[in-house]
């Protein structure tokens, strides 16, 4: 299965590091990064006309995925879809077969890790709602070493709620639907059990709206992570 890295082109930095963490353990190949712009911000295809506080850098993000969305539905096959801040297991390949193999065969999309800063929900029986709340640790290159090293044993679940897109399997047939339903970018609500009411400012906010109408999965063990919460971590879309 194709990996794309998505990574702004001059942040040679970031792909230098990235290379470190995984070129041993997966192939891959860089996807160039659109830059949110101000011509983007008036184009009514892109983002609707009321919609407030998407910053120039989310835009840019939002359009990187939707780039990726319509290569999975070209090729007609399934994709990973990575970012540049993601670290792997040193056995990321066995474990996605794995994974894989758990899926029914029409699943749109497979959220491979989530942001430990926020909410997941999955489902943990067929009439129960499990939502995971984290300890938001910081952590450090000496963590993701044992992580990397460490046995898991993954598994899938239905997907409910998940923010961030640092790392994902999408088909054709989810991309499309993605790209339907998520664009042009606007501030539809989420509601979330101990949080409340969401307004969407990021394209995964707006992939959340979605989930629970597809056949959406994830790895609630993941065995990919991203630096989000690293002691030296700095953003590019915030």
Known sequence: MNIYVI???????????????????IEYEYFDAIKGSDEHLSDSLIIKEDAVKFSKAAIGCALSHLNLWKLCVKLNKPIVIMEDDAFVSSLFNS?????????????????LCYNCDSILGFSNTNFETAYTFFSRKRFNDNDIDIFQKRK??????????????????????????????????????LSLPLIGKLKSYTIDCLMNTIYKNINAYVCPIPFVMTKHLHEQYKSTIN
């Not at 990574?7 to 353990?25: A, C, P, Q």
């Not at 474990?95 to 959220?111: A, C, E, G, H």
């Not at 993954?154 to 047939?173: D, E």
Request: charged letters at 25%; a positive charge.
């Open 152 to 189: 898991i044993y993954p598994t899938v679940a239905r997907l409910h709620t998940s923010f961030g897109t640092g790392c994902y399997v999408i088909t054709p047939k989810g991309a499309s639907i993605l790209i339907k339903n998520c664009f042009p970018l606007d501030n539809r609500e």
């Open 7 to 25: 990574s702004l082109k001059e942040s040679i930095e970031r792909r230098d590091v990235f290379n470190k963490l995984n070129n041993k353990y």
């Open 95 to 111: 474990y996605l077969d794995t994974v894989i193999k758990m899926l029914p065969t029409n699943f749109d999309i497979l959220q």
